[in-house]
């Protein structure tokens, strides 16, 4: 029988290339339910497309065009609100809940999948950063899978297949370094949004390529890759590698590195994560290593003090990491909108760390009061800058 997936996040970067691979295997995989926060448009083009047994909106201001334009497709349910996407994913047909929503929205609609027992293929990284202990506790009291499909820890996870029992000596997550990577402290106090987000390799979305031109995005994959991979977070070290074709890698205890190459395509993790433990084919390029070295540079977490700060909120436990990502939240909004500048955002960040109330045995209630009070603290820091 085809494996039903629920897409959360269809309309983005994740979500566009999971609809391609389940294009590409049309009879193992099937599109159960496809949910977008505000592209209505999208969302509906893709019901067209897929057939899917529900779409669900998230911001409710578009649930009456959306429902006029799929009028004609009966089969086809329309929901709205955030309520909806909780229960979707509880949905008794879905084997597989790819969790490609942006930012703290994904956090919610994940704990209900994790208790229906679904597959999580989780790209969410905020998920974990936000709420790792929890999710992880979660996940073993209802026997859930947690697949990871970030490229790095996608590449993680395939460098430890076959490996139970040995122990990790060190995790070594890779980044690009992003479009900055080269620029002095100086001429960062000038760049603007439409600069960073001429990511040199990887097509992403708007908010997490702005998270990776500060490094801050690589600063959320070391916190996602302690929970993921039970390492602590001085035993992961980030390498920028502007090529992006070592994803990541492993160093075990004999001092042997294992690391899984490939051009920088997410339709591959994306399938690996559908499909483990078998690989399937997937159209597209191949790696060719005669046509360009493989370099490996130290970060400079001086100029990019975001990294820095998610190492500290790791190191701090408790609510610090939900700190650090909502007050991200804002701060990366401010900077496409063009009211913070590239290196406030830092500086924000580490000002709401500093002023929001630390819990050190957080409970769910506890981050979505924190994220609130987060979010407060770091608006209004960047509104009386």
């Known amino acids: 029988m085809k494996q039903q997936i629920c897409i959360l996040g269809s309309t ?15 009879d193992l995989y099937e599109a159960y339910a496809l949910t977008a926060n505000r592209r209505w448009k999208e969302l509906a083009a893709q019901a067209r497309r897929f057939h899917p047994a529900a ?6 201001t578009f ?8 009028a004609d497709m009966p089969d086809v349910k329309v929901y709205c609100g955030s309520k909806a996407l909780e229960e979707i994913v509880e949905s008794p047909s879905i084997d597989m809940v790819l969790t490609a929503m942006v930012g703290y929205a994904g956090l919610a609609p994940t704990i209900h999948a994790v208790k229906a027992k679904k597959r999580i293929c989780l790209a969410n990284k905020e998920t974990l950063v936000v709420a790792g202990e929890l999710i992880l506790q979660l996940a073993q009291q209802y026997h859930t899978p947690i697949l990871p499909v970030d490229s790095e820890h996608s590449a993680i996870f395939q460098s430890l297949v076959g490996e139970d029992g040995n122990e990790i000596e060190k995790i070594l997550l890779t980044c690009s370094g992003g479009p900055f990577r080269r620029f002095t402290h100086d001429q960062l106090k000038t760049v603007t949004a439409a600069d960073a987000l001429k990511h040199p390799t990887w097509d992403m979305g708007a908010k997490i390529t702005i998270d990776s031109a500060s490094l801050m995005n690589k600063g959320f994959e070391v916190i996602e890759a302690k929970w993921l991979f039970g390492v602590p977070a001085d035993r992961i070290q980030v390498l920028v590698h502007p090529q992006s074709i070592v ?3 492993v160093q075990f205890r ?5 690391a899984q190459l490939g051009v920088p395509d997410m339709r591959l993790p994306i399938q690996y994560a559908f499909s483990f433990p078998k ?7 191949r790696l060719d290593l005669f046509r360009q070295p493989l370099e490996f540079f130290e970060p400079d977490v001086e100029k990019f003090k975001c990294l820095a700060m998610a190492y500290e909120a ?15 939240e804002i701060v990366n909004a401010g900077f496409r909108r063009g009211v913070c500048s590239f290196l406030a955002m830092g500086d924000i960040i580490e000002q709401t760390m500093q002023q929001v109330a630390f819990d050190s045995n957080p409970d769910y209630e506890v981050y979505v009061q924190t994220d609130a009070e987060a979010r407060r603290v770091a608006q209004d820091i960047m509104n009386n800058q």
């Open 12 to 26: 983005g970067s994740i979500g566009t290339q999971a609809l391609d691979v389940i294009s590409q295997h049309p």
């Open 55 to 60: 779409v669900v909106i998230a911001d409710e």
């Open 63 to 70: 649930y009456e065009p959306l429902v006029k334009e799929l």
């Open 247 to 249: 994803h990541s890698a």
């Open 254 to 258: 004999d001092g042997g590195v294992k």
């Open 279 to 285: 690989r399937l084919h997937l159209d597209g390029d």
């Open 314 to 328: 790791i190191n701090k436990g408790g609510n610090m990491p939900c700190i650090v990502n909502a007050a991200n």
